[in-house]
């Protein structure tokens, strides 16, 4: 894993914005981060070239007015952090797009974005961010209060699954007095009837089958003495994604970590299916997924693709 030294967060002058300066805050003041780049991209402008002729200032005038907005938003909400540099950049176009590009160009550690509960958005620009970015991406909903003293990490015990975990870790370093609890979502077979045994009884043996690949997972894993608290979780009704937000929620964690499957060129965009649904599903918790950076090779190629 690595330390967040340049961040880019993605602002859209609505009430969001707040959360997201005050989270930006947060994070760099344990991350020893160097430079944050705070965006706002205006959508395409379809202004007649008639109306560009007589007002040859207007979009001049208009970045201007967004990047002054950012810096008196910023201003408001950003707790002071020493050494670290504040930049604020306005863009036109495709929020995806230049986000990703910006973020390749600068060598971003990771990317902040909003998540809307009740004000409008359509969360596409999420799901595109984390299939395709060279970073890490943190999603944070309406109202969250930057705090990391319980963080849920669902695990199936894979490599990106361990890419989670270790970034947890290294939260719990940084920030001290954190709990993580590794969750493992398991289910029962339909044909388990065939074995002979009970439902019940089936349960117990999935149970005991993730506990040893859970111990062996963790065996690969340096915990730096961090205690890490593994639970184990049948899924209901088909839907694990469920399981685990409604695990996050009871357990009272302040946010959820997974690791993105996409690690080259070739994978990019299959971020997985469980974090691909985490991001359409959740709405309640800040969600992290996490990439090791430039793991995702080739970006610029699919930049053009949005």
Not at 10 to 26: E, G, H, M, R, V
Not at 274 to 297: C, F, H, W
């Amino acid at each position: 894993m690595y330390l967040i030294k340049k961040l880019i967060v993605c602002l859209d002058q609505t009430p969001l914005d707040k959360t997201l300066i005050q989270y930006a805050s947060f994070i760099a003041s344990v991350n020893q981060t160097k430079k944050i780049y705070f965006v706002n991209v205006i959508k395409n402008l379809s202004v007649p070239k008639e109306v560009l002729e007589e007002f040859p200032n207007l979009v001049e005038n208009m970045v201007s007015e967004r990047q002054t907005a950012m810096e008196v938003s910023v201003k408001e909400n950003f707790t002071h952090v020493k050494g670290v540099s504040l930049n604020y950049i306005v863009k036109e176009g495709s929020l995806s797009k230049k986000v990703l590009k910006l973020a390749d160009e600068k060598s971003a550690d990771m990317i902040i974005i909003g998540r809307k509960v009740n004000l409008p958005g359509t969360g596409v620009a999420s799901l595109r961010l984390a299939r395709r970015a060279s970073c890490s991406l943190l999603i944070v909903p309406e109202d969250s209060t930057p705090k990391v003293n319980k963080l849920l990490v669902p695990s199936d015990f894979s490599d990106y699954s361990k890419d989670a975990l270790e970034e947890a870790i290294m939260i719990a370093e940084k920030h001290g007095n954190v709990e993580i609890v590794c969750q493992n979502v398991f289910s029962i077979p339909s044909g388990y009837h065939f074995t002979g045994k009970t439902y019940e009884e089936f349960t117990q043996i999935m149970q005991m089958h993730a506990e040893i690949n859970y111990k062996k997972f963790i065996r690969k894993i340096d915990t730096k003495g961090i205690k890490i608290t593994p639970i184990y979780t049948k899924d209901e009704d088909d839907d694990p994604v469920q399981e685990i937000v409604s695990k996050a929620l009871e357990i009272k964690a302040d946010g959820i970590i997974i690791g993105a499957k996409g690690r080259t060129a070739a994978t990019a965009l299959f971020i997985g299916s469980m974090a691909e649904r985490l991001i359409q599903y959740n709405d309640s918790l800040p969600l992290l997924v996490t990439r090791p950076k430039g793991k995702n090779a080739g970006i610029l190629d699919y930049i053009m693709e949005i």
